[in-house]
């Protein structure tokens, strides 16, 4: 019947109109219609629950209902609540390093080396970079093959090792590869499992400890809800990763997953994956996503 969180909330606040001062028990029940449309999107119930106290809070100290369009101003509350939640701003990666060491992380099947030649071509399209990707799944020669097909698709050089069974001696000569061929940007896609395990826990902590990365990114899958949030926790245990990529956003998910995995890693979602295609990639705005979430 309505088509939006805002005609809800609008529809809401009608009947109330003319109590004059906004009370705690209207604010509480448009706020019902909040926390259902955040779990609509997938947010986590607690994290939906605790979001929405907190925007009771504010609202009760705002005249809600005198407002010409309460719902709307009411969402906008919501709205710019969510976006600080998600991190305010757009963050952004560090390429300080001489060459800059960028370390993807995540399971099987988030986007990984998709999200690898993505970033390749904008750091060379959109920043002027010269990159190198790595390829260091040992386990799956398709997966090496993959990444030599994505690098031909945007022109990055893909380096690999045939043979050679250890991901940290393979980080490490693609390193000192990419300093004797002038690459500032070096972007090593490991190899992931279909679910966390020790084994890919151990090998991915020896890179990052070897090799130590200016960046390290987890990749993850908007489209896996709660289980996405429990993953990224168990990496971001072992790896304390500087940023998310959320991934698959063309779907049909809200992105809820992206304030969940906020609030309980608070590490900034950085960019975002909306296609299967070289150019689908954007820088995570906060902003935008709270609209999506809203609907
Ligand atoms: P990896 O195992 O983590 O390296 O994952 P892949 O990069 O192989 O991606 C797994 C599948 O998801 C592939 O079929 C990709 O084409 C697809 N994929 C990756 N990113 C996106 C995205 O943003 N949107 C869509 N629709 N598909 C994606």
Redesign the pocket.
Known sequence: MFDNLSDKLDNALHVLKGHGQITEINVAETLKEVRRALVDADVNYKIAKEFTSIVKEKALGQDVLTALKPGQLMVKLVKDELTQLMGGEAADINLSGTPSIILMS??????????SGKLANFLKNKKGKKPLLVACDIYRPA?IN?LQVVGEQVGVEVYSEEGNQDPVAISNNAIAHAKENGHNVVII?TA?RLAVDEAMMTEISNIHKAIQPHETLF?VDSMTGQDAVNTAKTFNERLNFDGVIL?????DTRGGAAISIKSVVNKPIKFI????KMD?IDIFYPSRMADRILG
């Open positions: 995540g399971l099987q099947g988030s986007g990984k080396t998709t999200f997966a993959q896609d992931g990749v991934t698959k956003l063309d779907g994956g909306t296609g299967e689908a």
